[in-house]
Nanobody, 118 residues
Framework: QVQLVESGGGLVQAGGSLSVSCAAS??????????MGWYRQAPGNQRELVAT???????NYADSVKGRFTISRDNAKKMVYLQMNSLKPEDTAVYYC??????????WGKGTLVTVSS
C-alpha cells in the first residue's frame, strides 16, 4: 500500500525558515515515480501548487514562492523535501505531499501544518 507521510511542519515567525519532508513507502522502486510535489491549502482556500520536481530533477514553482522555497528529492531514500525561507504569514497552510507515477496514478499525504506568525 502506497503511503506518503509528511513531517517537519510547525510554528515559525515571519522571516524565518522551515523544512518539511515527505517519506514515500509501498513502492518497490522509485523508477515508477514521475513527478513529486508539494501543495498547500489555507483555511477557506483551494489547494494550490507550491512546487514540483521530476524524477530527473526539473523543478517548477508557484510565483508566490519563487526565490524563497526549494524543492528537492532523494530517490534512493524515497523522500521529497521543501526548504522554505523568508516565510510570510500568507504561507500559513497545510502542506501536502503529492506523488504521480508514470502509470498515471496520483497519491496524497495527509498534510502537515505550517503556521507563520507576524
Amino acid at each position: 500500500q502506497v503511503q506518503l507521510v509528511e513531517s517537519g511542519g510547525g510554528l515559525v515567525q515571519a522571516g524565518g525558515s522551515l523544512s518539511v519532508s515527505c517519506a514515500a513507502s509501498g513502492f518497490g522502486s522509485m523508477y515508477s515515480v514521475n513527478v513529486m510535489g508539494w501543495y498547500r491549502q489555507a483555511p477557506g482556500n483551494q489547494r494550490e501548487l507550491v512546487a514540483t520536481i521530476t524524477r530527473g530533477g526539473s523543478t517548477n514553482y508557484a510565483d508566490s514562492v519563487k526565490g524563497r522555497f526549494t524543492i528537492s528529492r532523494d530517490n534512493a531514500k524515497k523522500m521529497v523535501y521543501l526548504q522554505m525561507n523568508s516565510l510570510k504569514p500568507e504561507d500559513t497552510a497545510v502542506y501536502y505531499c503529492n506523488l504521480n507515477t508514470y502509470a498515471g496514478t496520483m497519491y496524497w499525504g495527509k498534510g502537515t501544518l505550517v503556521t507563520v506568525s507576524s
